[in-house]
């Protein structure tokens, strides 16, 4: 079965300071992969999507990068965390190819930028 | 450029009614769409999708929904709802089969009352 993990769970970071969070996914070679974030009580935002490793896509800028240093791990990071970071970020994969968009959620990290 | 929108964001029903959550989609050519589910401060879950063929399809946990291209709907239905049923809903659509091009609507928040 697949297993998506990510962390940290929750953090409380100041502004200007960097974040770093992860992704990993068990049982499924070459996934697609995605992040996503989320205001609280709002709708999900798409930040990166990744089809294999090395190749990230940008689908929103709010000064965030993303990685994918293993076909299993995907990195979401920042040098400089803004208050508008805060949120709840959400790390998704589906099958490659014509998976008809079904995407599978890890349980997300929640992040307040103070 | 494909658009969701979910007209209630809040919906209270109590335990046992049937419930329906609304989604409609503005977008010209054949069209993916699909439910989540989001309970509270989780990841979210896949409930169901459709892209051709039957327009009712059945999910988990007895939610169905059905897909009318003339009315650019894809509404979600329970016969029954359980205490367990409470979370937000969330209608995606998509213009091509790969993930990368989901797009959410804001959610329905569904309370279910004992």
């Known amino acids: 079965a697949q297993t998506i993990h990510q962390w940290p769970v929750a953090e409380i970071k100041a502004v200007g300071s960097p974040l770093s969070l992860g992704c990993t996914i068990k049982?499924?070679?070459?996934?697609?992969l995605y992040w996503y974030w989320q205001a609280t009580g709002g709708t999900l935002q798409q930040l990166f999507y990744?089809?294999?490793?090395?190749?990230v896509e940008s689908v929103v800028q709010l000064n965030l990068s993303a990685s994918r240093p293993k076909d299993d791990q995907f990195i979401l990071s920042t040098e400089k965390l803004l208050l508008s970071h805060s949120g709840f970020y959400l790390c998704?994969?589906?099958?490659?190819?014509?998976?008809?968009?079904?995407?599978?959620f890890g349980e997300g990290s929640r992040l307040i930028v103070v | 450029t494909q658009t969701v929108s979910q007209s209630d964001a809040h919906v209270t029903v109590f335990e046992g009614d049937s419930v329906e959550l609304r989604c409609n989609y503005s977008y010209g050519g054949s069209i993916y769409l699909s439910w989540y589910i989001q309970h509270h401060g989780r990841g979210l879950q896949f409930l169901l999708k459709?892209?051709?063929?039957?327009?009712v399809v059945q999910g988990v946990n007895g939610f169905e929904a059905e897909f009318s291209k003339s009315d650019s709907s894809f509404h979600l239905r329970k016969a029954s709802v359980h205490w367990s049923d409470s979370a937000v809903y969330f209608c995606?659509?998509?213009?091509?089969?790969?993930?990368?091009?989901?797009?959410f609507g804001i959610g329905t928040r569904v309370l279910v009352r004992p």
């Open positions: 990744s089809i294999t490793v090395g190749q």
């Open positions: 995606a659509v998509s213009a091509n089969s790969a993930g990368n091009k989901l797009t």
């Open positions: 049982g499924k070679s070459s996934p697609n």
């Open positions: 459709y892209y051709s063929g039957n327009p």
């Open positions: 998704a994969w589906s099958l490659r190819g014509n998976s008809g968009n079904t995407l599978y």
